[in-house]
């Protein structure tokens, strides 16, 4: 009696979401020309996205990351995560930037490829994403530890700084955020005039800083105050347009 042959193994189901035509043409080539790789559905935008992963559960998700709409392609890896469906996901992006890299990692995606990529090296990424391996280069993973790194300091500098400041100085600083001249801190607060300008003279020294412009815009990098047009009005804080004055 022969030996059975062993059975084949089944083509990876992969699910498209590009909103680009001629993008999603390149990625039906790449599964076309591939044996192993079969395409069972283009969608546009996130949320069709996410249906159809919970509908068809396709074995990898070719993914972008700019999609038309309110969800984008990161949202969609995220709640793939979320919902523990048992998908891969390829990001193919024009988006080459560090941060974006490093949250699309974060985001448990399995690979990264750019949209300059040829059809070989989108089929193979393919390939090797369905057989469960991860499919970043090198550089890019030099590039998302080095992104890692960046937040976990700028995360320390921020806590030392919390420490480092008073409550008084923080409270100064979001006031002269919204627009207050150090007349008007000093009438909200209760202080002299001279009292805030040493507070805003410490201010200088504990953030490296040389004027109020410096120290707002570091204060608001370290996340320590919000400032522009989506920061807090204190209330009867005058509107700079109808020409309050700043003191130097």
Request: some cysteine; glycine content about 10%.
């Amino acid at each position: 009696m022969g030996r059975s042959l062993p059975a084949e193994a089944p083509a990876a189901r992969i699910l498209v979401v590009e909103d680009h035509p001629l993008i999603r043409g390149v990625i039906r080539v790449a599964c076309d020309q591939t044996q192993g790789l079969d395409v069972v559905g283009e969608v546009v935008d996130g949320d069709a996205a996410l249906a159809l992963c919970r509908s068809l559960k396709p074995d990898v998700v070719v993914l972008d990351l700019a999609l038309p709409g309110e969800t984008q392609g990161l949202d969609v890896a995220r709640r793939i995560r979320e919902e523990a469906l048992p998908i891969k996901i390829l990001i193919l992006t024009g988006r080459t930037d560090d941060q974006t890299l490093f949250e699309s990692i974060r985001a448990g995606v399995d690979g990264y490829l750019e949209k300059t990529s040829g059809v070989r090296f989108i089929a193979d990424a393919l390939e090797r994403i369905a057989r469960g391996e991860r499919v970043f280069t090198g550089e890019q993973e030099r590039a998302a530890l080095a992104e890692l790194g960046r937040l976990a300091r700028h995360s320390r500098d921020a806590s030392g700084m919390r420490a480092v400041l008073t409550s008084r100085e923080i409270e100064i600083l979001e006031l002269v955020g919204v627009g207050l001249t150090v007349k008007q801190v000093a009438t909200r607060l209760g202080l002299s005039p001279r009292t805030v300008e040493a507070h805003l003279a410490k201010l200088y020294r504990k953030l490296g800083v040389r004027n109020r412009v410096q120290a707002l815009s570091r204060a608001a990098s370290l996340g320590l105050v919000e400032i522009g047009p989506h920061a807090p009005s204190a209330p009867g804080t005058p509107d700079p347009a109808l020409g309050a004055q700043h003191s130097p």
